[in-house]
């Protein structure tokens, strides 16, 4: 029971800092990731009215470095490495801390290794797990709508903008602007993504937004060690269940 208690413990501590960075990327999300003047993607003028593709996002197995911004007067900016094969994204929020987001099985694994150098494993359903999110992983789903809205450039990259809709198989709608760069294949250099309020926020709560930023892009294969979660993963009613059973004496 102790080992089950600092698995949902863990839990909390990943739901708590994911949220604050969904919060704090929010904040951030109208204002540049790269410092420049925050603009609109250039349009062409009279251009016809943009043609909507349902090709879904192909990338090949990348890395890259996440740069997620935080508020001003907070502790600055979090990176993150991010490792995509496929459909799976793979997150290290720290060294000891890591998001697993297995979109063809629905799943996300959350993992951390202790200071005594133990390890403990969540598993849950991708509508279980509140804001934790990738904006990688929030691009794929069972309907994908790309929209083009002009041109851009980040970080001296040219990029095609997109407006992106996807759909997920159990009808949930996720929506992102996605910045993709000329010179990475199409892998996007910047997201940013919109999240629904959670249920209880009331009816005037406004979508909350998370803002990335990917650098540091490297082509090669991801290995399959790093997507692949542990056998020992636990259910996350599981931990819910042992944590609030009565201790009887």
């Known amino acids: 029971m102790r080992r ?3 698995i949902r413990c863990a839990a909390g501590v990943l739901f708590m800092l994911a949220t604050s960075v969904s919060i704090i990327a929010a904040q ?5 990731l790269s410092g420049s003047p ?3 993607p250039t349009k ?3 251009s016809p009215p943009a043609q909507v593709s349902t090709t879904p996002f192909n ?6 470095v996440q740069n997620i911004a935080t508020r001003r007067g907070g502790p600055g900016q979090l990176l993150m490495n991010v490792y995509f094969s496929g459909s799976t994204v793979r997150v290290d929020v720290s060294p000891k801390i890591t998001n697993l987001f297995v979109t063809s099985a629905g799943k996300v694994y959350k993992m951390v290794t202790a200071p005594d150098k133990t390890s403990s494993c969540v598993v849950m359903k991708r509508d279980q797990h509140g804001f934790m999110t990738s904006p990688f992983e929030m691009l794929q789903g069972a309907k994908v709508e790309r929209t083009p ?3 851009d450039v980040v970080d001296g990259h040219k990029c095609k903008v997109e407006d992106v809709v996807v759909t997920r198989a159990d009808g949930k709608v996720m929506k992102s602007k996605v910045w993709e760069a000329d010179d990475f294949q199409g892998v996007p250099i910047k997201v940013v993504s919109e999240i629904d309020p959670p249920a209880n926020a009331g009816p005037d709560a406004m979508p909350i937004k998370i803002a990335a930023l990917y650098g540091d892009i490297k082509f090669e294969k991801v290995d399959p060690a ?6 020992n993963c636990t259910p996350i009613e599981k931990t819910y269940e042992v944590i609030e059973q009565p201790i009887v004496k």
């Open 28 to 32: 951030e999300a109208a204002q540049p």
């Open 38 to 40: 925050a603009q609109e």
């Open 226 to 231: 790093l997507l692949t979660p542990p056998n």
């Open 59 to 64: 990338f090949p197995d990348f890395t890259a």
């Open 4 to 6: 089950l208690k600092e």
């Open 149 to 151: 809205v002009g041109t």
């Open 44 to 46: 062409a003028a009279d």
